[in-house]
């Protein structure tokens, strides 16, 4: 394949790289008297576009018809990655445009009444480009791998009197250099040595690029006049929890709004009766972290009721909202929460599992949320893009502190710091804080991981992506992880926390236990006289290839990576008293990446193998994450979690 015969994969996907943020709210859907909700997941009809080009679906219009006629098609689960589905190489590797197809019944009522309700097709995720049609008409399409979008479909299904509609989605998983994450495209037109037309797809990250359909695609109802949106924000004032709401309202001009939060036994504990307003909940039960108080997690309810007048139609809607009352504050030195010294000891994880690759999958969930338990990890970070709505939900419950992190992973070339990934970037963090920015576990944001920082345009770059996303939620800090020089580092002086990515006696003098220490006491001395500003060792760890061992530690070995564990742990037990305020292993399960000589079926740092299995360095992270707990004097009975 040439440049010229793939430009119309990129031109397509950067047409709308500038587009701005979907308008109004993204409330995760949920089921009441007055919403409907219909989950579309199982098999679609799938079908890869192989042709030289990668744009045959598009000048043949596959979307006008039933896909299975326009060629061969296979069985395809959603949600899942494509990649390792079936036994074609081709398609695991594949870089291109796929399609997606499903035929979804609708119920008769959402049609036929009058005025009837609103129709909307969600998309939880689709990697990294999606273009979707109902009964072959355009309805939207969606630039970015891991937040969900959306269309009003009402006017397409309610002027068809077919019982069912034809969902196609196309999804293109290839990366520019204006792309998040970035990417480049290499062709290789020398036929002696490649096939004709060869090319492959570059990435400056160390995780597999899985791509498909990854999380839900459902239907859901509204009325005609509905809720939009609602923001909430917490104070506390001695014993008093102040929970601060605003509501918006879509389809009327004419809507009384009233709210009610209760408490977990369903007791009403402050109502108002405005769009807007704060709430006083005396002797409110604050939200804290797992294994700093007795009832971690702790989640109000509040029930919004909205009734509305639209042309000559009442109209009424409900939607509940889980609250934590919770603060968050950051000092030279400190990260606190409820006004209480917090220590992040935790992970970082990935969406990533065999088979499924980065499809929602509801076992693997909650496996890794008893493992978090088993471990006494308080904290993870989204490591290295949104994760699912189902995972949060889980953390705000089970008082699981996040860094919410975009998927600005791999930003190393100077172009991806120019105007239209600056426009594109500023875009995904107003749509990650609009879906995350009423969760009590999001404790901080993040807007990169390991970017080019020193290079010159890096310093308008961040300072313009931190400002943002501070005018969008001034109530979190925000961050992104370094591994530049502490000194050069143009992004440092606009973030709240520093962030370091360090890796000593493994990237930088493999095998040399000894420098560790002295490394790292170095690294957050010079940080910390620099910019004074609390740090976290964000990354940390070494690989290792299951049940190896040697003694002496070898590298790749089990007791390698309990021994670098061990000396980074005994410069975190001293500066943790002046100012590292945590700690997030690299990684909390094994995971695949892109084939290299130094990969051996997917990165190995994991404490957990792939398939969730302990590796020894998971017992020496055990025993000192419970310790750490233990010094918070509030551990909860382990039978309690979940």
Known sequence: MTAGRLSFILSFCLACSACVALRGGMLTPRENPTRELKELSGVWKFRADFSPNRKRGFEEQWYKRRLEESGSVIDMPVPASFNDITQDVQLRDFIGWVWYEREASIPHHWTS????????????????????????????????????????????????????????????????????????????????????????????????????????????????????????????????????????????????????????????????????????????????????????????????????????????????????????????????????????????????????????????????????????????????????????????????????????????????????????????????????????????????????????PAGYYFKTVITHTKALDPTRPVTFVSNSHFARDKGAPYVDVICVNSYFSWYHDPGHLEVIQIQLNTQFEDWYKTYHKPIIQSEYGADVVPGLHSDPPLMFTEEYQKAVMQEYHAVFDVKRKEYVIGELIWNFADFMTVQSTTRVVGNKKGIFTRQRQPKAGAFILRDRYWNLANETGQLPPRSRFP
């Open 113 to 456: 009444s009058d005025p009837g309700p609103r129709v909307l097709l969600r998309v939880g995720s689709a990697h990294y480009y999606s273009v979707v049609w109902v009964n072959g008409v355009l309805v939207t399409q969606h630039e970015g791998g891991h937040l969900p979008f959306e269309a009003d479909i009402t006017s397409l299904v309610q002027s068809d009197p077919s019982p069912s509609c034809r969902i196609t989605i196309a999804v293109n998983n290839t990366l520019s250099l204006h792309s998040l994450p970035p990417g480049t495209v290499t062709y290789n037109p020398d036929t002696s040595r490649y096939p004709p037309g060869y090319f492959v797809q570059n990435i400056d990250f160390d995780f597999f690029n899985y791509a498909g359909i990854h999380r839900p695609v459902i239907l859901y109802t509204t009325p005609k006049a509905y809720i939009d949106d609602i923001t909430v924000t917490t104070k506390i004032n001695e014993n008093i929890g102040l929970v601060l709401y605003n509501v918006s309202v879509e389809g009327s001009t004419e809507a009384t709004v009233t709210v009610t939060l209760c408490d977990k036994k369903g007791n009403n504990v402050a109502t108002g009766n405005t769009s807007s307003g704060a709430l006083k909940v005396p002797n409110a039960n604050l939200w804290w972290p797992y294994l700093m108080h007795k009832d971690p997690g702790y989640l109000y309810t509040l029930e919004v009721h909205m009734k509305a007048k639209s042309h000559s139609y009442l109209f009424e809607d409900q939607y509940t909202l889980p609250v934590g009352i919770r603060t968050v504050r950051v000092t030279e030195n400190e990260f606190l929460i409820n006004e209480k010294q917090f220590y992040f000891h935790g992970v970082n994880k990935h969406e990533d599992s065999d088979i499924r690759g980065k499809g929602l999958d509801w076992p693997l969930i909650m496996k890794d949320f008893n493992l978090l338990h088993w471990l006494g990890a308080n904290s993870f970070r989204t490591s290295h893009y949104p994760y699912s709505e189902e995972i949060m939900d889980l953390c705000d419950k089970y008082g699981i502190v996040v860094i919410d992190e975009s998927p600005g992973v791999g930003i190393k070339q100077v172009e991806s710091f120019d105007n239209q990934s600056l426009s594109h970037h500023l875009v995904v963090m107003e749509e990650l804080v609009r879906r995350d920015k009423n969760r009590p576990s999001v404790v901080m944001w993040s807007v990169a991981n390991e970017p080019a920082s020193e290079l010159p």
